[in-house]
Protein backbone atom coordinates (compact mmCIF):
# COMPACT_ATOMS: atom_id res chain seq x y z
CA UNK A 1 0.00 0.00 0.00
CA UNK A 2 2.72 2.46 -0.03
CA UNK A 3 2.62 5.22 -2.50
CA UNK A 4 -1.03 4.70 -3.49
CA UNK A 5 -2.99 7.33 -2.77
CA UNK A 6 -6.24 5.80 -1.35
CA UNK A 7 -8.16 2.47 -0.53
CA UNK A 8 -11.03 1.21 -2.26
CA UNK A 9 -12.65 -1.71 -0.01
CA UNK A 10 -14.16 -3.86 -2.18
CA UNK A 11 -13.85 -7.26 -0.22
CA UNK A 12 -16.86 -9.37 0.61
CA UNK A 13 -18.19 -12.62 0.31
CA UNK A 14 -22.32 -14.06 0.07
CA UNK A 15 -21.86 -17.06 1.73
CA UNK A 16 -19.21 -18.68 4.68
CA UNK A 17 -16.81 -21.68 3.14
CA UNK A 18 -14.37 -22.89 5.68
CA UNK A 19 -12.01 -20.07 6.70
CA UNK A 20 -13.71 -17.52 5.13
CA UNK A 21 -16.13 -16.60 7.32
CA UNK A 22 -18.32 -13.65 7.57
CA UNK A 23 -16.35 -12.22 10.35
CA UNK A 24 -12.71 -12.94 9.24
CA UNK A 25 -13.21 -11.44 5.69
CA UNK A 26 -15.82 -8.56 6.34
CA UNK A 27 -14.93 -7.77 9.84
CA UNK A 28 -11.13 -8.67 10.44
CA UNK A 29 -9.82 -7.82 6.48
CA UNK A 30 -11.14 -4.27 7.36
CA UNK A 31 -9.61 -3.87 10.73
CA UNK A 32 -6.18 -5.10 8.65
CA UNK A 33 -6.62 -2.85 6.22
CA UNK A 34 -6.98 -0.13 8.41
CA UNK A 35 -4.40 -0.81 10.23
CA UNK A 36 -2.01 -1.36 7.38
CA UNK A 37 -3.52 2.49 6.10
CA UNK A 38 -2.25 3.67 9.39
CA UNK A 39 1.04 2.27 9.32
CA UNK A 40 1.91 3.60 6.03
CA UNK A 41 0.25 6.91 6.54
CA UNK A 42 -2.53 6.64 4.11
CA UNK A 43 -5.73 8.40 5.18
CA UNK A 44 -7.84 7.79 2.17
CA UNK A 45 -10.32 5.19 2.67
CA UNK A 46 -13.34 4.10 0.47
CA UNK A 47 -15.41 1.58 2.01
CA UNK A 48 -17.89 -0.71 -0.26
CA UNK A 49 -20.51 -2.27 2.01
CA UNK A 50 -24.44 -3.47 1.34
CA UNK A 51 -27.76 -1.29 1.99
CA UNK A 52 -28.86 -4.24 3.69
CA UNK A 53 -26.21 -3.66 6.40
CA UNK A 54 -27.37 -3.66 9.81
CA UNK A 55 -26.84 -4.63 13.36
CA UNK A 56 -28.27 -7.79 13.71
CA UNK A 57 -27.00 -10.45 15.36
CA UNK A 58 -29.24 -13.03 13.74
CA UNK A 59 -27.94 -12.67 10.39
CA UNK A 60 -23.86 -13.07 10.18
CA UNK A 61 -24.19 -11.54 6.77
CA UNK A 62 -25.67 -8.18 7.65
CA UNK A 63 -24.49 -8.10 10.99
CA UNK A 64 -20.69 -8.21 9.71
CA UNK A 65 -21.21 -5.87 7.27
CA UNK A 66 -22.56 -3.68 10.47
CA UNK A 67 -19.34 -3.80 12.24
CA UNK A 68 -16.98 -3.10 9.33
CA UNK A 69 -19.32 -0.09 8.49
CA UNK A 70 -18.31 0.60 12.32
CA UNK A 71 -14.92 -0.01 12.72
CA UNK A 72 -14.24 2.47 9.46
CA UNK A 73 -16.58 5.24 11.36
CA UNK A 74 -14.30 5.08 14.06
CA UNK A 75 -10.74 4.56 12.37
CA UNK A 76 -9.85 7.91 12.22
CA UNK A 77 -9.17 8.05 8.83
CA UNK A 78 -10.95 10.06 5.55
CA UNK A 79 -13.63 7.57 5.04
CA UNK A 80 -16.48 7.57 3.08
CA UNK A 81 -18.49 4.42 3.06
CA UNK A 82 -20.92 3.47 0.39
CA UNK A 83 -24.27 1.05 0.39
CA UNK A 84 -24.83 -0.55 -2.77
CA UNK A 85 -28.12 -2.45 -3.78
CA UNK A 86 -28.31 -5.31 -5.84
CA UNK A 87 -25.56 -5.10 -8.21
CA UNK A 88 -26.23 -5.90 -11.85
CA UNK A 89 -24.30 -5.78 -15.58
CA UNK A 90 -21.53 -8.41 -16.81
CA UNK A 91 -20.65 -11.13 -14.94
CA UNK A 92 -22.78 -10.33 -12.07
CA UNK A 93 -24.87 -12.41 -9.52
CA UNK A 94 -27.93 -11.14 -10.05
CA UNK A 95 -29.16 -11.28 -13.77
CA UNK A 96 -26.57 -14.35 -14.16
CA UNK A 97 -28.02 -16.68 -11.73
CA UNK A 98 -31.48 -15.33 -12.51
CA UNK A 99 -31.31 -16.48 -16.26
CA UNK A 100 -29.54 -19.86 -15.35
CA UNK A 101 -32.91 -20.55 -12.62
CA UNK A 102 -35.33 -19.33 -15.52
CA UNK A 103 -33.82 -21.56 -18.24
CA UNK A 104 -33.11 -24.40 -15.66
CA UNK A 105 -37.33 -24.33 -15.20
CA UNK A 106 -39.23 -21.32 -16.46
CA UNK A 107 -41.76 -21.87 -12.75
CA UNK A 108 -40.12 -19.05 -10.46
CA UNK A 109 -41.41 -18.99 -6.47
CA UNK A 110 -41.43 -15.68 -5.33
CA UNK A 111 -42.59 -14.73 -1.47
CA UNK A 112 -46.46 -13.81 -1.48
CA UNK A 113 -46.86 -12.15 -4.86
CA UNK A 114 -43.17 -11.27 -5.11
CA UNK A 115 -43.74 -7.67 -4.10
CA UNK A 116 -40.47 -6.89 -2.11
CA UNK A 117 -38.99 -3.77 -3.51
CA UNK A 118 -35.11 -3.60 -5.08
CA UNK A 119 -33.83 -0.88 -6.42
CA UNK A 120 -30.91 -2.25 -8.91
CA UNK A 121 -27.83 -0.44 -9.61
CA UNK A 122 -25.62 -1.22 -12.59
CA UNK A 123 -21.50 -1.76 -11.43
CA UNK A 124 -21.08 1.16 -13.77
CA UNK A 125 -22.54 3.50 -11.74
CA UNK A 126 -21.62 2.24 -8.52
CA UNK A 127 -17.72 2.72 -9.90
CA UNK A 128 -18.73 6.18 -11.42
CA UNK A 129 -19.89 7.05 -7.45
CA UNK A 130 -16.44 5.62 -6.51
CA UNK A 131 -14.38 7.77 -8.48
CA UNK A 132 -16.72 10.37 -7.63
CA UNK A 133 -16.33 9.90 -3.90
CA UNK A 134 -12.17 10.07 -4.67
CA UNK A 135 -12.50 12.94 -6.19
CA UNK A 136 -14.51 15.10 -3.83
CA UNK A 137 -14.08 16.04 -0.48
CA UNK A 138 -17.05 16.79 0.33
CA UNK A 139 -17.88 13.00 0.63
CA UNK A 140 -15.26 12.02 3.53
CA UNK A 141 -16.89 11.14 6.79
CA UNK A 142 -20.31 10.96 5.01
CA UNK A 143 -22.35 7.34 4.30
CA UNK A 144 -24.10 7.19 0.58
CA UNK A 145 -26.85 4.31 -0.30
CA UNK A 146 -25.76 3.59 -3.78
CA UNK A 147 -29.12 2.62 -5.56
CA UNK A 148 -30.90 2.81 -9.02
CA UNK A 149 -33.22 5.25 -9.93
CA UNK A 150 -36.69 2.95 -10.46
CA UNK A 151 -37.93 0.83 -7.45
CA UNK A 152 -39.35 -2.52 -8.70
CA UNK A 153 -40.58 -5.15 -7.59
CA UNK A 154 -38.88 -8.43 -7.20
CA UNK A 155 -41.57 -10.07 -9.81
CA UNK A 156 -40.99 -7.14 -12.00
CA UNK A 157 -37.22 -7.88 -12.31
CA UNK A 158 -37.89 -11.49 -12.86
CA UNK A 159 -40.10 -10.42 -15.64
CA UNK A 160 -37.46 -7.95 -17.11
CA UNK A 161 -34.98 -10.24 -17.24
CA UNK A 162 -36.78 -12.53 -18.90
CA UNK A 163 -37.78 -10.56 -21.56
CA UNK A 164 -34.73 -9.32 -22.04
CA UNK A 165 -33.07 -12.60 -22.89
CA UNK A 166 -36.48 -13.83 -24.53
CA UNK A 167 -37.37 -16.05 -22.11
CA UNK A 168 -40.76 -17.78 -20.88
CA UNK A 169 -41.56 -17.02 -17.04
CA UNK A 170 -44.27 -18.18 -14.71
CA UNK A 171 -44.21 -16.24 -11.22
CA UNK A 172 -45.75 -18.81 -8.83
CA UNK A 173 -46.56 -16.96 -5.24
CA UNK A 174 -45.40 -19.07 -2.73
CA UNK A 175 -45.44 -19.34 0.97
CA UNK A 176 -42.78 -18.11 3.15
CA UNK A 177 -41.88 -21.95 4.05
CA UNK A 178 -41.52 -23.39 0.68
CA UNK A 179 -39.08 -20.46 -0.11
CA UNK A 180 -36.68 -21.28 3.22
CA UNK A 181 -36.91 -25.07 1.91
CA UNK A 182 -35.81 -24.03 -1.76
CA UNK A 183 -32.87 -21.37 -0.43
CA UNK A 184 -31.48 -24.43 1.61
CA UNK A 185 -31.75 -26.98 -1.69
CA UNK A 186 -29.83 -23.55 -3.37
CA UNK A 187 -27.31 -23.30 -0.73
CA UNK A 188 -26.42 -27.19 -0.53
CA UNK A 189 -26.91 -27.80 -4.10
CA UNK A 190 -25.09 -25.27 -6.18
CA UNK A 191 -21.76 -23.55 -5.78
CA UNK A 192 -23.00 -19.80 -6.42
CA UNK A 193 -26.27 -19.83 -5.39
CA UNK A 194 -28.63 -16.80 -6.03
CA UNK A 195 -29.85 -17.18 -2.57
CA UNK A 196 -28.44 -18.26 0.70
CA UNK A 197 -30.22 -18.67 3.80
CA UNK A 198 -28.96 -15.53 5.35
CA UNK A 199 -28.69 -13.54 2.38
CA UNK A 200 -32.78 -14.22 1.86
CA UNK A 201 -33.79 -12.45 5.16
CA UNK A 202 -34.19 -8.98 4.02
CA UNK A 203 -37.43 -8.05 6.28
Not at 77 to 90: A, E, Q
Request: net charge positive; charged share 25%.
Amino acid sequence: MRDCDAIVNLIGIKRQSGEQTFARVHVETTRHLIEAARQVGLRRFVHISVVAARRDARHGYHDTKWQAEELVRESGLDFTILKPGVIYGRGDDMITHLVKMIRFCPLFPVVGKGASILQPVSGGDVARVVAAALERDVSIGKTYEVVGPEPMMLRDVVRTVAKGTSLNVWIIPTPIWFQRVSVRAMHALFRNPLSTPRLSCKC
